[in-house]
């Protein structure tokens, strides 16, 4: 089993940044893949951002080059800085964890709770 908990959410004016921050336990860190899944109103749920064993990242179109996914394994932590942001990125960023690394927020078995970020225009 593993738990996952989600800080650093907020409201944020467009153009502004936030960093979330995921801390992990109950499972070896450094052999999961994470994703950051964003649930946005109205729409369909989706990895915004996805990170592997060895720090390789994915990025879904629209945040690419405002967005950086990263790990830190010796705090069991993984971080999305956000850039740039825009109203359009509103919307409920949850962490995610698995042992396989995959860009499908469906295929991630173990999530947190989320945390809520609201750009403002």
């Known amino acids: 089993q593993i738990q996952l908990v989600e800080s650093g959410g907020g409201l944020v004016q467009a153009g502004g940044s936030l960093r979330l921050s995921c801390t992990a336990s109950?499972?070896?860190?450094?052999?999961?893949?994470l994703g950051w899944i964003r649930q946005a109103p109205g729409k369909e749920r989706e990895i915004v951002a996805a990170?592997?064993?060895?720090?390789?990242?994915y990025y879904t179109d629209s945040v690419q080059g405002r967005f950086t996914i990263s790990r830190d394994n010796a705090k069991n932590t993984v971080y999305l800085q956000m850039n740039s942001l825009k109203p359009e990125d509103t919307g409920v960023y949850s962490c995610?964890?698995?042992?396989?690394?995959?860009?499908?927020?469906?295929?991630?078995?173990?999530w947190g709770q989320g945390t809520q970020v609201t750009v403002s225009s």
């Open positions: 109950g499972r070896t860190f450094m052999n999961l893949a």
């Open positions: 995610a964890a698995d042992p396989a690394f995959s860009v499908r927020a469906k295929d991630y078995d173990y």
């Open positions: 990170i592997n064993r060895i720090s390789g990242t």
